[in-house]
């Protein structure tokens, strides 16, 4: 899907919920069968190596990792959802364009 990193069950509090905690954390939840994912994965890509020095991206598999999509009640893909402080900071569902994820991105900065 991109450069960022897969989470699972194991490895998500320590990377997510503890890792927000000291630098912003940015979620993406997708499936390899989901046409509007596939449609993002480009843009997706330039904005991880555009924000990867200053922001940790992550992506979960709904299909691999469904316990991870439930706790956060991930119910449609694409969902990207936010961290900072150890918990969630916001989302979006659905395709959205470069500057309304970016836009996302620099308010979790700010």
């Known amino acids: 899907m991109s ?3 897969d989470l699972t069950q194991a490895t998500f509090d320590q990377k997510v919920i503890e890792g927000s905690k000291t630098r912003p954390v940015v979620v993406d939840f ?3 069968w989901c046409g509007p ?3 993002m994965e480009p843009m997706w890509n330039e904005v991880v190596a555009e ?3 200053r ?3 992550f992506k979960v598999n709904v299909d691999e990792e469904s316990p991870i999509s439930m706790r956060f009640g991930v119910m449609s ?3 990207t959802i936010y961290f900072k402080g150890g918990k969630p900071a916001g989302q979006t569902v659905g395709l959205v364009d470069k500057s309304e994820l ?3 991105l620099e308010k979790l900065l700010g």
Request: hydrophobic share 40%.
């Open 51 to 53: 924000y990867q020095d």
């Open 3 to 5: 450069d960022a990193q």
């Open 77 to 79: 893909i694409p969902t």
């Open 30 to 32: 997708w499936a390899v």
């Open 37 to 39: 994912c596939k449609a």
């Open 55 to 57: 922001i940790n991206f």
């Open 102 to 104: 970016t836009g996302h």
